[in-house]
């Protein structure tokens, strides 16, 4: 089975900081996705990576960035994170658009 | 661009009925439809993929229909079980082309044992 892996499960960070959010999947995914999760807004798409070092911006992309240097590791990047990103973030991959999505763990990021 | 909507939004039963989960989207022209499981303050867990050429999809309790052309899915599950309680969402790609998903809001479902 494909494995999609979130490095934390819970981060508290203070507003100003640099964050990083690091998502490693271990099937050879060619797309890599970051989505956050609110209640009453639902999931809600980040940014994109459909290759090395490619990237596309999703719905809600402002304060965000990415990194994809390698295949398996999609990495998002809070520049200087605020409290109204608190939020569950979630990475997923997939192969293309012919094949399903598998989601990691989540991270619940609390920024103070 | 691609809507999706889940009703109900929350649904309780007692153990053993069978239920069924309805999803609906707005353009019809999807490579697949995906229904996913996710536990409180947990990740998705993919449970079902239709891709448009089929009609339904079966793992054990669970069926899943796609009718593309009415904009519709369902999930059905059978003889409910408290381990079912958990929010189930429904996710189809954003747009023709486009590989993200956009998903429902979900139906958070409660098992009465």
């Known amino acids: 089975d494909v494995k999609v892996t979130q490095s934390s499960r819970y981060l508290v960070k203070r507003t100003g900081e640099k964050v990083f959010l690091e998502c490693v999947q271990d099937?050879?995914?060619?797309?890599m996705f970051w989505y956050r999760q609110d209640p009453g807004l639902g999931l809600r798409l980040i940014y994109f990576?459909?290759?090395?070092?490619?990237?596309e911006k999703g719905d809600i992309p402002e304060g965000y960035s990415v990194s994809r240097e390698k295949k398996e590791r999609f990495s998002l990047i809070l520049e200087s994170a605020s409290t109204n990103q608190t939020s569950m973030y979630l990475c997923?991959?997939?192969?293309?658009?012919?094949?399903?999505?598998?989601f990691g763990s989540g991270t619940r990021l609390t920024v103070v | 661009k691609q809507e999706v909507t889940q009703i109900p939004a929350a649904l309780s039963v007692p153990e053993g009925e069978n239920l069924v989960l309805n999803c609906s989207f707005t353009d019809s022209a999807i490579y697949n439809l995906q229904w996913f499981r996710q536990d409180p303050g947990k990740g998705l867990t993919s449970l079902l993929l239709i891709q448009s050429s089929q009609r339904e999809q079966t793992s054990g309790r669970l069926n899943a229909s796609l009718d593309k052309s009415s904009g519709r899915s369902t999930l059905y599950i059978a003889a409910s079980q408290p381990g079912d309680s958990a929010t189930y969402l429904c996710?189809?790609?954003?747009?023709?082309?486009?590989?993200?998903?956009?998903f429902g809001s979900g139906t958070r479902l409660q098992v009465q044992p």
């Open positions: 099937m050879d995914h060619e797309n």
């Open positions: 996710a189809v790609p954003q747009d023709t082309g486009r590989r993200a998903l956009t």
């Open positions: 990576s459909y290759d090395v070092k490619m990237k």
């Open positions: 997923a991959s997939s192969l293309d658009n012919n094949y399903g999505y598998t």
